[in-house]
């Protein structure tokens, strides 16, 4: 392969490299956004399933131990 080929390919994967490094803060940049943007009652479901789940699992720790 000759050098001007190589540094073809260098300068096509330099674009590349610096269009993912543009794409990565972006998209968790939205994400923060769409967090942001929640309703607190979505984030109270969110907390309160949460909770629900380790409760039920306390519960079956609980029973298991009373075996």
Do not use: V
């Not at 000759?2 to 390919?9: G, T, V």
């Not at 794409?23 to 994400?31: G, R, S």
């Not at 909770?51 to 029973?63: D, I, K």
């Amino acid at each position: 392969m000759s050098n001007q080929e190589l540094a073809m390919q260098l300068c096509q994967l330099k674009g590349t490299l610096e269009s993912l490094l543009d794409i990565i803060p972006n998209a968790a940049m939205e994400d923060n956004k769409r967090e942001a943007n929640r309703s607190w009652i979505d984030k109270y479901q969110d907390s309160h399933e949460s909770y629900q789940q380790n409760s039920n699992y306390n519960e079956f720790l609980e029973f298991k131990r009373q075996k």
